[in-house]
């Protein structure tokens, strides 16, 4: 069984224009194809490839490569069928969507012989359409004028950033100058500080190594007695070996030779000839009456814990406040939330310590104070540290806020830096689950809606968008790793918007985030209105 | 699908490549395995008391006893319709009642009268039939031959390995006799045996010899206890496994047993484990590997020049086979040497079945056409059950989409891209919480909205149900299932409860009738909220599936009414998917065919829905493993077998998903699917040139949908498989019996696709002597029984159209298969040197079961011979109308007419044609016929 297709439609319009127009012309051909679908004359495929009788356009089997001569029917693969839609859009459809049993032209035309029953909807799509262009226009339109607003702000804050820049380059040279005068004040109040400390020093050197030696002495005594064991006042080979620690070859035992080595060759010595036996044996000597060793010292560490504690601190402010590269790709970039590996020097507020603290395991007592005079001159030179300290990180700071405005006019902030105004700013998002929260130029963040810890969905990569609108998306890397998986990722695209919001947020692929951020900065010139409007649609008939 | 998320906690699997072994069990750590693999080889303590022996008309009964224990058994042996013997061995009087497979047969096998040949003191023959067909009994030891003529088909015992641990009082002190008390039993044990032995020879046993024979036994570790990693398997019943061994004389060749991945013809176990049956949730499985998988059929086919064959272990415990080469002669004894005689030095195939309980119930399938093997067990177990027309087009799946403007997007993308698919997938991620049968409130709010959609595109959807149920009192299908008592117990019997993705679950009890039919009754469209028409279902996990079981799987002694877990493990997913399918069949009040997706199955299986080969990988070894394992699937009845287009674990390159893609469009089940953590793989994401690539593959697909849905008519008619091994069609060519690199679909289309990365050609063994192939694609003819080096580009891979076939297809390709419903044929006639060709084409509404029950379909011949092709009908008493007609004819291998005529009943007309002199193709235009009718056209 088979159908007989209608080979010509009547194309009926008007309506719309007041008047009934009818063009007869084959099924599927657009209006400016028409002419080459001439029922009086044989069809040449329009690829030229061959020629059919008329009778065989549109008669359900295909003869044209091209597929011209069945724009009506689905017999060929690579067809297409023009719906005229009139009222909305006139488009094409591939042609194996003819009489597919799916609705897929708006004025029905696609489904003549499918028995399903469509419904003429081009005038409603139209409708929509027309509106939903009229508000993307004012919102464009709108937005654009936001757009400028910001390229103006913009180059202000350019301008004020760049004045702001000069001042402190200018002001880094007095701060330089201010640090070398106070490096000299400083060199010049630490001479005799150290001259001073030194002779201090050496003094209470000498009174210990006098004390030293009297202990020493008195300690050889008192071994000596205690290894005369038969009170001879001599120290016998046999007294030495009942101390087998002196052992020296390790094996052991104390063997007669070894002692005798111990005594220099002697068999026995006298207090006086211990003298030379008692730099032999006194480091490992155990003596019948010695104390147990001190217990080891237990490690200070409060005062690196505050260090850690201070320096998360900072850490969380600077989430607050300014996007760091967590690249890290300026070194020598020493702002103080940059990490945890702050260099002490620059952490330690506290007044430099005295002279260092004797690490002796004596228990002679410690250091006397500094004489008045030495004090003045330390306290002299204190105060030029002090001073020289403070010009310095004033210095520094100056370099961190030149660093830090460099970073920022360099920055690719678009064409007119109309993106500018989002630098140092955060959007959140909350859905059912999670806050999101995107801060441009810096990271995109994702936070559980009912506790728990934040997750990095990416920070800052670049401008991701395709050739020509490269500023439609930006792409944010080098997040917390998935399981199994990539690190986690998200591609923010730009819509116009009079707001700047995080409109969406989805997961469609695993750790692969995909965000929707309207801006005014991406609005283009809006096309004035007429130009959209179907009326005048190139594609609409006539 | 496997992940493992175990209350919260990630088991950090990071860099582990493949399975992880430990967590499943070597034959060593099951105690049985290695209890009965290490049974001696001496000979059988088994001898058959012929005094006992009852023959009926068709059964015939007969003890046996262990002349160790004098435990003794009945053997019952049927002679079965269609050239089949049926053996049963149970326990003459057991403890309890051992558990006999139900709902595996379709029916009580139909009988065929035994008779008695010959009887002696050595044992029995009896007739099968006919003269050459006969079976040998001897007695001592026991052993069954079935003979043909003087040749011995197959022997039963012939080693002597058969074993049944009868079933015995527990007692509890013997059980934990240390390994030194062991030996001291051994001295005891020989005395008692050499006694035993002396008392009751050739007498019957007394109570007390059987209570030492149970003594004897008793000290071996694992009977009445057995822990693997931190599980306890708490056997209360003690040991029960059973053994049984054939020889398979003049026998190289054998096949079947899945699921495994492996190799189409099944190897020696001599060296490594025996294959193991025993549905379990394998995470990254290992390829070329005899360990279990999600799915079990006991069914190994056996294969030589001469004949095929088949033994079906009705068995759903825990099983493994031994598979050994050996000689014939070797195994060659007794009253079957008076008999019949081989060659003593003919190869010989030795397979032996174990399993953990239950009774031997043994199906020996005679042949001895491979057609007839299928025939015979498609007669036992049913035959693939008719899919929708629909479910054979491509298959969109993924963990997950994500909601419902995924959905819409992605079934956009598809337009866009103009390639065409009938299904798209929902994965667990699309339920509340994993409360299967309820839809996430917040990413599918409006389901029935999402459906609609994609009705009106003419496409449909499938979403998940697993049979694990959360335990959450707010669950309705939670609350029904405890109310009413159906979830399996525990053993001490509380429910059972395990881990899954809900947390912690219960798990129904789908082997009791009511649990079936209640779950049943929750697909219909007020019960499922949310459901549609258009919404089918996919069981996965039905193992089932148990994160924080052992070996991932239930405890054995968890309970299933009276029977334990041990016993029905390995049928728990059929009947998953039994009750599944009749929801869906229900919902439509009988009318519409069903669609259900299983991973865990087992023989029978088939006659529910389709199955696919699990998590699978992004490599191209599982490529290339997945002909093998879907080859293997059909050979046991379940043709429409399909793996994951891409592999699910990791992430394909552009070529291998590609070539994926190719060569999943010609395997029955087309579905690409990834796990949750890869990057999307929609087919338009690899750039515009592999977009073309694949579209091009899908479009092959459904080009050829009416072949496809012919075959399956054909394989649920018959059981015949529709993606076949090439031995299944050339049965005495040798060169094809371990071809597992291509495949043939139905007898027309022979396919070999590219496995390798970078190929550059392949080489395609084309069969048959004297016969002809047609490449598909450039439609070069090509001489049979050679090997054929056939270069490759990307662009497609080799399909073979044999010389004397003819396929129907649509070329008119759109978006999803029922918008090609009406759209007209087109007749690839291929001719044989003869110049003659064949084929079919059958037609019906595509999705009810009208074909069957109103018999409304159209099934016609299509003849070409003598210079003319003639469409006739096959089916004289079926009646079916459609608007499809024959839009083209193209006649490969043929010579330029004169003129072309067709003959109607309404009278003649010429034909425009033309001719393709360089490749010898006529194109005959526009019959115009409606494809229903008879019509003929004449070439002059």
Same mark, same amino acid.
């Given at each position: 069984?088979?159908?007989?297709?209608?080979?010509?439609?009547?194309?009926?319009?008007?309506?719309?224009?007041?008047?009934?127009?009818?063009?007869?012309?084959?099924?599927?051909?657009?209006?400016?194809?028409?002419?080459?679908?001439?029922?009086?004359?044989?069809?040449?495929?329009?690829?030229?490839?061959?020629?059919?009788?008329?009778?065989?356009?549109?008669?359900?089997?295909?003869?044209?490569?091209?597929?011209?001569?069945?724009?009506?029917t689905a017999a060929c693969p690579n067809g297409s069928f023009h719906c005229t839609n009139a009222g909305f859009r006139?488009?094409?459809?591939?042609?194996?969507?003819?009489?597919?049993?799916?609705?897929?032209?708006?004025?029905?035309?696609?489904?003549?012989?499918?028995?399903?029953?469509?419904?003429?909807?081009?005038?409603?799509?139209?409708?929509?359409?027309?509106?939903?262009?009229?508000?993307?226009?004012?919102?464009?339109?709108?937005?654009?004028?936001?757009?400028?607003?910001?390229?103006?702000?913009?180059?202000?804050?350019?301008?004020?950033?760049?004045?702001?820049?000069?001042?402190?380059?200018?002001?880094?040279?007095?701060?330089?100058?201010?640090?070398?005068?106070?490096?000299?004040?400083?060199?010049?109040?630490?001479?005799?500080?150290?001259?001073?400390?030194?002779?201090?020093?050496?003094?209470?050197?000498?009174?210990?190594?006098?004390?030293?030696?009297?202990?020493?002495?008195?300690?050889?005594?008192?071994?000596?007695?205690?290894?005369?064991?038969?009170?001879?006042?001599?120290?016998?080979?046999?007294?030495?070996?009942?101390?087998?620690?002196?052992?020296?070859?390790?094996?052991?035992?104390?063997?007669?030779?070894?002692?005798?080595?111990?005594?220099?060759?002697?068999?026995?010595?006298?207090?006086?000839?211990?003298?030379?036996?008692?730099?032999?044996?006194?480091?490992?000597?155990?003596?019948?009456?010695?104390?147990?060793?001190?217990?080891?010292?237990?490690?200070?560490?409060?005062?690196?814990?505050?260090?850690?504690?201070?320096?998360?601190?900072?850490?969380?402010?600077?989430?607050?406040?300014?996007?760091?590269?967590?690249?890290?790709?300026?070194?020598?970039?020493?702002?103080?939330?940059?990490?945890?590996?702050?260099?002490?020097?620059?952490?330690?507020?506290?007044?430099?310590?005295?002279?260092?603290?004797?690490?002796?395991?004596?228990?002679?007592?410690?250091?006397?104070?500094?004489?008045?005079?030495?004090?003045?001159?330390?306290?002299?030179?204190?105060?030029?540290?002090?001073?020289?300290?403070?010009?310095?990180?004033?210095?520094?700071?100056?370099?961190?806020?030149?660093?830090?405005?460099?970073?920022?006019?360099?920055?690719?902030?678009?064409?007119?830096?109309?993106?500018?105004?989002?630098?140092?700013?955060?959007?959140?998002?909350?859905?059912?689950?999670?806050?999101?929260?995107?801060?441009?130029?810096?990271?995109?963040?994702?936070?559980?809606?009912?506790?728990?810890?934040?997750?990095?969905?990416?920070?800052?990569?670049?401008?991701?968008?395709?050739?020509?609108?490269?500023?439609?998306?930006?792409?944010?890397?080098?997040?917390?790793?998935?399981?199994?998986?990539?690190?986690?990722?998200?591609?923010?695209?730009?819509?116009?918007?009079?707001?700047?919001?995080?409109?969406?947020?989805?997961?469609?692929?695993?750790?692969?985030?995909?965000?929707?951020?309207?801006?005014?900065?991406?609005?283009?010139?809006?096309?004035?209105?007429?130009?959209?409007?179907?009326?005048?649609?190139?594609?609409?008939?006539? | 699908?496997?992940?493992?998320?175990?209350?919260?906690?990630?088991?950090?699997?990071?860099?582990?490549?493949?399975?992880?072994?430990?967590?499943?069990?070597?034959?060593?750590?099951?105690?049985?395995?290695?209890?009965?693999?290490?049974?001696?080889?001496?000979?059988?303590?088994?001898?058959?008391?012929?005094?006992?022996?009852?023959?009926?008309?068709?059964?015939?009964?007969?003890?046996?006893?262990?002349?160790?224990?004098?435990?003794?058994?009945?053997?019952?042996?049927?002679?079965?319709?269609?050239?089949?013997?049926?053996?049963?061995?149970?326990?003459?009087?057991?403890?309890?009642?051992?558990?006999?497979?139900?709902?595996?047969?379709?029916?009580?096998?139909?009988?065929?009268?035994?008779?008695?040949?010959?009887?002696?003191?050595?044992?029995?023959?009896?007739?099968?039939?006919?003269?050459?067909?006969?079976?040998?009994?001897?007695?001592?030891?026991?052993?069954?031959?079935?003979?043909?003529?003087?040749?011995?088909?197959?022997?039963?015992?012939?080693?002597?390995?058969?074993?049944?641990?009868?079933?015995?009082?527990?007692?509890?002190?013997?059980?934990?006799?240390?390994? @030194?008390?062991? &030996?001291?039993? +051994? $001295?005891?044990? %020989?005395?008692? /045996? *050499?006694?035993?032995?002396?008392? #009751?020879?050739?007498?019957?046993?007394?109570?007390?010899?059987?209570?030492?024979?149970?003594?004897?036994?008793?000290?071996?570790?694992?009977?009445?206890?057995? @822990?693997?990693? &931190?599980?306890? +398997? $708490?056997?209360? %019943?003690?040991? /029960? *496994?059973?053994?049984?061994?054939? #020889?398979?004389?003049?026998?190289?060749?054998?096949?079947?047993?899945?699921?495994?991945?492996?190799?189409?013809?099944?190897?020696?176990?001599?060296?490594?484990?025996?294959?193991?049956?025993?549905?379990?949730?394998?995470?990254?499985?290992?390829?070329?590997?005899?360990?279990?998988?999600?799915?079990?059929?006991?069914?190994?086919?056996?294969?030589?020049?001469?004949?095929?064959?088949?033994?079906?272990?009705?068995?759903?415990?825990?099983?493994?086979?031994?598979?050994?080469?050996?000689?014939?002669?070797?195994?060659?004894?007794?009253?079957?040497?008076?008999?019949?005689?081989?060659?003593?030095?003919?190869?010989?195939?030795?397979?032996?079945?174990?399993?953990?309980?239950?009774?031997?119930?043994?199906?020996?399938?005679?042949?001895?056409?491979?057609?007839?093997?299928?025939?015979?067990?498609?007669?036992?177990?049913?035959?693939?059950?008719?899919?929708?027309?629909?479910?054979?087009?491509?298959?969109?799946?993924?963990?997950?989409?994500?909601?419902?403007?995924?959905?819409?997007?992605?079934?956009?993308?598809?337009?866009?891209?103009?390639?065409?698919?009938?299904?798209?997938?929902?994965?667990?991620?699309?339920?509340?919480?994993?409360?299967?049968?309820?839809?996430?409130?917040?990413?599918?709010?409006?389901?029935?909205?999402?459906?609609?959609?994609?009705?009106?595109?003419?496409?449909?959807?499938?979403?998940?149900?697993?049979?694990?149920?959360?335990?959450?009192?707010?669950?309705?299908?939670?609350?029904?299932?405890?109310?009413?008592?159906?979830?399996?117990?525990?053993?001490?019997?509380?429910?059972?409860?395990?881990?899954?993705?809900?947390?912690?679950?219960?798990?129904?009890?789908?082997?009791?009738?009511?649990?079936?039919?209640?779950?049943?009754?929750?697909?219909?469209?007020?019960?499922?909220?949310?459901?549609?028409?258009?919404?089918?279902?996919?069981?996965?996990?039905?193992?089932?599936?148990?994160?924080?079981?052992p070996e991932v799987t239930m405890h054995k002694d968890a309970i299933h009414g009276t029977w334990e877990h041990r016993?029905?493990?390995?049928?728990?997913?059929?009947?998953?998917?039994?009750?599944?399918?009749?929801?869906?069949?229900?919902?439509?009040?009988?009318?519409?065919?069903?669609?259900?997706?299983?991973?865990?199955?087992?023989?029978?299986?088939?006659?529910?829905?389709?199955?696919?080969?699990?998590?699978?990988?992004?490599?191209?070894?599982?490529?290339?493993?997945?002909?093998?394992?879907?080859?293997?699937?059909?050979?046991?009845?379940?043709?429409?077998?399909?793996?994951?287009?891409?592999?699910?674990?990791?992430?394909?390159?552009?070529?291998?998903?590609?070539?994926?893609?190719?060569?999943?469009?010609?395997?029955?089940?087309?579905?690409?699917?990834?796990?949750?953590?890869?990057?999307?793989?929609?087919?338009?994401?690899?750039?515009?040139?592999?977009?073309?690539?694949?579209?091009?593959?899908?479009?092959?697909?459904?080009?050829?949908?009416?072949?496809?849905?012919?075959?399956?008519?054909?394989?649920?008619?018959?059981?015949?498989?529709?993606?076949?091994?090439?031995?299944?069609?050339?049965?005495?060519?040798?060169?094809?019996?371990?071809?597992?690199?291509?495949?043939?679909?139905?007898?027309?289309?022979?396919?070999?696709?590219?496995?390798?990365?970078?190929?550059?050609?392949?080489?395609?063994?084309?069969?048959?002597?004297?016969?002809?192939?047609?490449?598909?694609?450039?439609?070069?003819?090509?001489?049979?029984?050679?090997?054929?080096?056939?270069?490759?580009?990307?662009?497609?891979?080799?399909?073979?159209?044999?010389?004397?076939?003819?396929?129907?297809?649509?070329?008119?390709?759109?978006?999803?298969?029922?918008?090609?419903?009406?759209?007209?044929?087109?007749?690839?006639?291929?001719?044989?040197?003869?110049?003659?060709?064949?084929?079919?084409?059958?037609?019906?509404?595509?999705?009810?079961?009208?074909?069957?029950?109103?018999?409304?379909?159209?099934?016609?011949?299509?003849?070409?011979?003598?210079?003319?092709?003639?469409?006739?009908?096959?089916?004289?008493?079926?009646?079916?109308?459609?608007?499809?007609?024959?839009?083209?004819?193209?006649?490969?291998?043929?010579?330029?007419?004169?003129?072309?005529?067709?003959?109607?009943?309404?009278?003649?007309?010429?034909?425009?044609?033309?001719?393709?002199?360089?490749?010898?193709?006529?194109?005959?235009?526009?019959?115009?016929?409606?494809?229903?009718?008879?019509?003929?056209?004449?070439?002059?």
């Amino acid at each position: 069984m088979m159908f007989r297709l209608q080979v010509f439609l009547i194309v009926s319009l008007g309506a719309a224009l007041g008047a009934a127009v009818e063009v007869q012309r084959p099924r599927g051909v657009p209006l400016e194809k028409r002419h080459f679908y001439d029922e009086s004359r044989p069809f040449t495929c329009l690829d030229g490839s061959r020629t059919i009788p008329f009778d065989r356009v549109n008669d359900d089997y295909c003869d044209c490569k091209d597929g011209s001569d069945e724009p009506g029917t689905a017999a060929c693969p690579n067809g297409s069928f023009h719906c005229t839609n009139a009222g909305f859009r006139a488009t094409f459809i591939p042609s194996s969507r003819i009489n597919d049993g799916v609705c897929d032209c708006c004025d029905t035309t696609d489904e003549y012989n499918s028995g399903v029953s469509c419904q003429n909807t081009c005038r409603e799509l139209g409708q929509k359409e027309r509106e939903t262009l009229e508000k993307m226009a004012e919102i464009t339109r709108e937005g654009f004028l936001l757009k400028r607003q910001l390229i103006e702000e913009a180059k202000q804050g350019l301008q004020e950033k760049q004045g702001k820049l000069s001042e402190l380059q200018a002001s880094r040279k007095e701060h330089e100058e201010k640090v070398d005068a106070l490096r000299t004040v400083k060199e010049t109040a630490e001479q005799p500080e150290r001259e001073a400390k030194e002779r201090h020093l050496k003094a209470w050197e000498a009174q210990k190594a006098a004390l030293q030696l009297e202990k020493e002495k008195a300690k050889m005594a008192e071994v000596f007695l205690e290894l005369d064991g038969d009170a001879d006042g001599l120290v016998s080979v046999s007294e030495l070996q009942t101390h087998q620690e002196l052992d020296p070859d390790g094996d052991g035992a104390l063997t007669d030779t070894e002692a005798q080595g111990l005594l220099s060759g002697a068999d026995k010595v006298d207090s006086a000839g211990f003298q030379n036996v008692w730099s032999n044996i006194k480091d490992k000597y155990v003596s019948e009456s010695q104390p147990a060793p001190p217990p080891p010292q237990e490690p200070q560490d409060s005062e690196v814990d505050q260090d850690k504690d201070s320096s998360k601190d900072s850490d969380k402010d600077a989430d607050q406040a300014y996007p760091e590269d967590d690249a890290g790709d300026e070194e020598d970039d020493e702002e103080e939330d940059d990490d945890d590996d702050v260099p002490e020097e620059y952490d330690d507020k506290a007044p430099p310590a005295g002279p260092p603290a004797e690490h002796s395991d004596d228990s002679d007592g410690a250091m006397p104070s500094y004489d008045e005079e030495t004090q003045a001159l330390i306290d002299a030179a204190q105060k030029a540290r002090d001073e020289f300290d403070s010009a310095e990180k004033s210095l520094r700071e100056v370099d961190d806020q030149i660093k830090s405005l460099e970073k920022e006019i360099s920055f690719d902030f678009g064409p007119s830096a109309e993106f500018a105004y989002l630098y140092s700013q955060c959007y959140e998002l909350t859905t059912n689950e999670y806050i999101y929260r995107l801060c441009p130029f810096n990271r995109v963040s994702q936070k559980p809606k009912y506790g728990g810890s934040e997750t990095n969905l990416g920070s800052w990569g670049s401008w991701n968008g395709p050739e020509g609108s490269k500023y439609s998306i930006m792409k944010y890397d080098h997040g917390t790793g998935c399981w199994q998986g990539p690190n986690r990722s998200t591609t923010v695209k730009l819509t116009c918007g009079k707001e700047t919001a995080v409109l969406s947020t989805s997961e469609p692929s695993r750790c692969e985030y995909l965000m929707e951020f309207s801006t005014p900065a991406i609005c283009q010139e809006p096309p004035s209105l007429e130009t959209v409007a179907p009326e005048t649609d190139p594609h609409d008939e006539f | 699908m496997v992940w493992f998320l175990v209350a919260g906690v990630l088991l950090v699997l990071n860099g582990v490549r493949a399975v992880d072994r430990s967590n499943f069990k070597t034959c060593d750590q099951s105690s049985f395995c290695k209890r009965m693999r290490t049974m001696g080889l001496d000979q059988s303590p088994y001898r058959a008391i012929l005094e006992t022996l009852e023959l009926s008309d068709s059964r015939l009964t007969l003890q046996l006893i262990n002349d160790n224990n004098k435990v003794r058994l009945l053997l019952e042996l049927y002679r079965l319709q269609g050239n089949m013997t049926r053996l049963k061995i149970n326990e003459l009087k057991p403890l309890r009642s051992r558990f006999e497979v139900p709902d595996v047969l379709v029916g009580e096998p139909p009988t065929k009268p035994l008779s008695m040949v010959s009887r002696d003191e050595a044992g029995v023959v009896l007739s099968l039939g006919t003269d050459a067909h006969q079976l040998v009994l001897n007695a001592r030891p026991f052993r069954l031959d079935i003979v043909e003529g003087a040749r011995v088909l197959l022997s039963v015992n012939g080693r002597g390995l058969l074993a049944f641990e009868h079933l015995r009082p527990r007692k509890d002190t013997l059980s934990k006799i240390s390994s @030194t008390v062991g &030996s001291m039993w +051994d $001295s005891i044990k %020989n005395m008692f /045996s *050499s006694n035993t032995q002396k008392d #009751s020879e050739g007498e019957e046993t007394t109570e007390g010899a059987q209570e030492e024979g149970e003594e004897r036994e008793e000290e071996e570790p694992g009977m009445w206890e057995e @822990t693997f990693k &931190s599980h306890v +398997d $708490s056997k209360p %019943n003690g040991p /029960s *496994s059973i053994s049984l061994d054939f #020889s398979l004389p003049g026998v190289e060749h054998v096949y079947g047993i899945p699921e495994h991945a492996e190799n189409l013809r099944l190897k020696t176990t001599d060296k490594g484990d025996p294959y193991r049956l025993y549905n379990l949730d394998v995470f990254q499985y290992e390829l070329y590997n005899p360990m279990a998988l999600y799915g079990a059929v006991p069914v190994l086919l056996s294969h030589n020049a001469q004949r095929t064959m088949g033994i079906f272990w009705l068995n759903a415990a825990e099983t493994w086979v031994d598979i050994s080469a050996n000689t014939a002669g070797k195994t060659l004894s007794g009253k079957v040497l008076d008999h019949a005689q081989v060659p003593s030095d003919a190869p010989q195939t030795d397979v032996r079945w174990f399993s953990e309980s239950g009774i031997i119930d043994v199906f020996i399938m005679l042949g001895p056409k491979p057609s007839d093997v299928f025939t015979q067990y498609a007669s036992l177990t049913g035959t693939q059950s008719f899919p929708p027309l629909s479910t054979l087009g491509y298959h969109q799946c993924r963990w997950n989409y994500n909601d419902q403007e995924d959905v819409r997007a992605v079934d956009a993308g598809f337009d866009e891209h103009d390639i065409p698919y009938d299904f798209i997938w929902l994965d667990i991620e699309h339920t509340d919480g994993k409360r299967y049968f309820t839809w996430d409130a917040a990413n599918f709010p409006q389901p029935r909205d999402m459906l609609r959609g994609l009705q009106d595109k003419r496409r449909k959807m499938v979403a998940i149900v697993d049979p694990h149920i959360k335990v959450d009192s707010g669950y309705r299908i939670h609350n029904e299932i405890r109310s009413r008592n159906l979830y399996v117990k525990d053993k001490d019997g509380g429910n059972y409860e395990g881990w899954c993705w809900p947390g912690t679950a219960g798990y129904p009890d789908f082997t009791d009738p009511e649990m079936r039919a209640w779950w049943a009754s929750m697909f219909a469209y007020d019960k499922y909220e949310g459901s549609m028409e258009n919404l089918y279902t996919w069981n996965d996990m039905n193992e089932p599936s148990v994160f924080n079981g052992p070996e991932v799987t239930m405890h054995k002694d968890a309970i299933h009414g009276t029977w334990e877990h041990r016993d029905v493990h390995n049928l728990y997913g059929l009947y998953v998917q039994m009750a599944t399918a009749e929801g869906l069949i229900q919902r439509s009040g009988g009318v519409e065919r069903p669609f259900v997706l299983t991973r865990a199955f087992f023989a029978g299986s088939q006659r529910y829905g389709a199955v696919w080969t699990g998590d699978n990988a992004a490599e191209w070894g599982h490529l290339k493993i997945s002909i093998p394992m879907c080859l293997s699937l059909g050979l046991v009845g379940i043709s429409f077998c399909g793996a994951d287009v891409g592999g699910f674990f990791k992430n394909p390159g552009p070529e291998l998903l590609v070539r994926w893609y190719q060569t999943g469009a010609y395997q029955p089940f087309f579905r690409a699917h990834a796990h949750l953590d890869t990057p999307r793989r929609e087919p338009w994401l690899f750039g515009p040139q592999n977009t073309a690539l694949i579209r091009d593959a899908v479009r092959q697909r459904y080009a050829l949908l009416p072949y496809w849905y012919q075959l399956f008519y054909h394989a649920h008619r018959t059981g015949e498989p529709v993606m076949r091994p090439l031995w299944v069609e050339y049965p005495q060519d040798v060169a094809t019996f371990t071809i597992d690199d291509q495949f043939l679909l139905g007898r027309h289309l022979l396919v070999h696709p590219v496995t390798e990365q970078g190929s550059q050609g392949v080489s395609v063994y084309l069969p048959g002597v004297g016969e002809v192939w047609y490449d598909a694609h450039t439609f070069r003819r090509h001489d049979g029984d050679q090997n054929l080096f056939v270069p490759v580009t990307l662009s497609s891979i080799p399909v073979f159209q044999r010389g004397g076939s003819i396929i129907p297809r649509k070329v008119r390709i759109r978006r999803s298969s029922t918008c090609m419903e009406n759209d007209p044929y087109t007749l690839y006639v291929a001719l044989s040197p003869q110049g003659t060709a064949d084929g079919e084409i059958y037609i019906d509404d595509g999705h009810t079961f009208n074909y069957d029950r109103q018999k409304q379909f159209i099934h016609r011949r299509l003849t070409f011979a003598n210079s003319s092709l003639s469409s006739s009908n096959l089916s004289a008493d079926s009646q079916f109308t459609t608007a499809s007609w024959i839009e083209r004819v193209l006649i490969l291998g043929g010579q330029e007419p004169s003129a072309v005529t067709l003959r109607t009943a309404d009278g003649s007309r010429s034909l425009e044609f033309e001719f393709d002199a360089a490749t010898s193709v006529l194109t005959i235009h526009k019959p115009g016929v409606n494809a229903g009718s008879d019509w003929t056209v004449l070439l002059q």
